[in-house]
């Protein structure tokens, strides 16, 4: 199973959320093409109603602990209630390009 593929199932599992946006984003980083290490998560849950934002993503975090612990070197959240997601009419903000240099640049 792909990395992908895993944390799609893990925060559909323990969230239940009403959308889910998982975005390999690796290929925007200095690292091997088909690489599964830089991924941006965009979760709207009624579960996360009265909590704040580092507790939802403590929240992701512990879910994703094994990956973050693994293949997984960044991740980007936008954690979100529904009425939240709604004001910002389903849309977030694109990633920056990575400003970073490979090893390859040193």
Not at 4 to 25: D, F, G, R, W
Not at 43 to 67: C, Y
Not at 73 to 87: G, I, K
Request: charged fraction near 20%; hydrophobic fraction near 35%.
């Amino acid at each position: 199973m792909s990395v992908q593929t895993t944390i799609e199932a893990k925060i559909t599992e323990a969230l239940a959320p009403s959308h889910l946006e998982v975005i390999n984003e690796s290929h925007m980083h200095s690292v091997p093409p088909g690489s599964e290490s830089h991924f941006k998560v965009v979760i709207v849950t009624d579960g996360f109603e009265g909590q704040l934002l580092i507790a939802r993503q403590q929240k992701v975090n512990g879910i994703l602990a094994d990956e973050l612990n693994g293949p997984v070197h960044a991740l980007t959240m936008q954690t979100l209630t529904p009425s939240e997601w709604e004001d910002r009419g389903g849309v977030v903000p694109d990633s920056p390009d990575c400003l970073g240099g490979s090893k390859a640049d040193a």
